[in-house]
């Protein structure tokens, strides 16, 4: 009698065993989700080389469009608008330029290679690094913060909850804490330690409402180092940024290097030099610094499934704050439209200090539209919608139709 026929014996003799052999089961399933261990195995071969290449703009139409959009820029850069574009288009680059200064002491000006301080738009980067772990098994969302980070106190916080902005944890950056000497950076560990010792009041109850909060995505860099056993900042670039040649992004720590690395100045509005804060040493919320190139390749590595899958991708870009009056929406990373049509709009806009980004993704057909500022300027989170627009005149695979509810937000 072999094993499989002996268990089938004593499973008809007895519904004791029935009931232990359902538990065994149901444990070894449990467990299968955190059978994952060691540093992670980032398999490069997996990735599919993104080539970035110019679309044709030679015929009377595109030459049409190019004007439309170079028209609408020079008005844009009359209104105080000092930064880089891309537009593009199926994974070929319809329109790119670079407007105004990196730095405008030394004269610089801004160009393909010169990386641009990301801001919030960061945030997607981090939670895809969250959900590579989660789609290896090598964390579960679903189970409390705490699980990975053995000080946090809030004991019904979940990794989700950070991904999906419902925490309820108050924002670092608008609450003044924790109160900083000197002008050494706050890392992540400090914020993460002043949590565990002063555990400040939540704003509510967790996972009752949405409020957009950087203390979530600080946490989660953290998450990431726990689980993966490295540096947040090397962890992206051997998940991200190196498979994808994304050579000009990075990190930033504001105790490294920078010499070898052109980086643009961050300016107010008054062209006065935006200095670091102590803040800045804090990353995953923000601290990415990338070209509108770079971003474009990041950008297509979603519909070649580079590093997410479907099923991921799906579930990132499904909203989790539905007592929110309209199209609006958060899903674990990316902010959302959702249209009453099925059509939805995916992007990330950020803000730090003059740094201002605009990250929109129309993924239904393949559009992308990538601004980096780094002069403070309101305005460009106009930009996404009226550039689609400008495109929607020329194409006619541009298939998106939205009013005035499509309005700029960091």
């Given at each position: 009698m072999n094993?499989?026929?002996?268990?089938?014996?004593?499973?008809?003799?007895?519904?004791?065993?029935?009931?232990?052999?359902?538990?065994?089961?149901?444990?070894?399933q449990a467990g299968a989700t955190h059978e994952a261990s060691g540093k992670p195995l980032i398999n490069k071969e997996n990735y599919k080389k993104i080539n970035i290449?110019?679309?044709?703009?030679?015929?009377?139409?595109?030459?049409?469009?190019?004007?439309?959009l170079d028209s609408y820029y020079n008005v844009q850069v009359n209104r105080g608008f000092n930064g880089s574009v891309l537009i593009g288009k199926k994974g070929k680059i319809l329109y790119q330029r670079?407007?105004?200064?990196?730095?405008?002491?030394?004269?610089?000006?801004?160009?393909?290679?010169?990386?641009?301080?990301?801001?919030?738009t960061s945030k997607p980067f981090t939670a895809t690094a969250v959900l590579w772990l989660y789609q290896n098994k090598y964390l579960d969302i679903e189970l409390p913060v705490n699980t990975y980070l053995k000080n946090f106190p809030y004991t019904n916080i979940t990794v989700k909850m950070l991904l999906d902005q419902r925490?309820?944890?108050?924002?670092?950056?608008?609450?003044?804490?924790?109160?900083?000497?000197?002008?050494?950076?706050?890392?992540?560990?400090?914020?993460?330690?002043?949590?565990?010792?002063y555990k400040p009041k939540l704003m509510f109850t967790p996972d009752s409402r949405f409020n957009y909060s950087n203390t979530n995505y600080a946490l989660l860099a953290r998450i990431v180092e726990e689980v993966s056993g490295m540096p947040y900042k090397q962890f992206m670039k051997e998940l991200i940024f190196d498979p994808l040649?994304?050579?000009?992004?990075f990190v930033y720590d504001p105790k490294d290097d920078y010499s070898n690395r052109q980086m643009t100045t961050s300016y107010k509005f008054n062209w006065l030099i935006h200095d670091n804060t102590h803040e800045d040493g804090v990353y995953g919320d923000k601290g990415i610094y990338s070209t509108v190139e770079d971003m474009y390749r990041w950008d297509q590595s979603f519909y070649n499934h580079d590093i997410l899958s479907d099923k991921m991708q799906k579930l990132s870009i499904t909203g989790y704050s539905n007592e929110m009056r309209g199209m609006k929406n958060y899903g674990l990373g990316w902010r959302m439209y959702d249209f009453p049509n099925?059509?939805?709009?995916?992007?990330?806009?950020?803000?730090?200090?003059?740094?201002?980004?605009?990250?929109?993704?129309?993924?239904?057909d393949n559009t992308t539209v990538i601004v980096l500022g780094n002069r403070y300027n309101a305005k460009?989170?106009?930009?996404?919608?009226?550039?689609?627009?400008?495109?929607?005149?020329?194409?006619?695979?541009?298939?998106?139709?939205?009013?005035?509810?499509?309005?700029?937000?960091?």
């Open positions: 094993i499989d026929q002996s268990v089938m014996k004593i499973l008809k003799a007895s519904p004791y065993y029935i009931l232990v052999f359902s538990a065994f089961f149901l444990a070894c290449t110019y679309a044709d703009t030679s015929s009377p139409q595109a030459r049409q469009l190019i004007g439309s670079h407007f105004g200064v990196a730095n405008k002491a030394a004269q610089m000006p801004l160009s393909a290679n010169i990386s641009t301080q990301l801001a919030s925490s309820g944890l108050p924002d670092y950056t608008k609450t003044g804490v924790p109160k900083w000497a000197g002008k050494a950076p706050m890392y992540n560990n400090d914020l993460q330690q002043y949590l565990a010792t040649g994304m050579t000009h992004t099925g059509q939805k709009i995916v992007y990330h806009n950020g803000w730090w200090h003059g740094n201002n980004t605009v990250f929109y993704r129309f993924i239904q460009i989170y106009e930009q996404g919608k009226e550039v689609y627009q400008i495109l929607k005149r020329f194409s006619k695979d541009c298939i998106y139709t939205f009013g005035q509810d499509v309005a700029g937000d960091e």
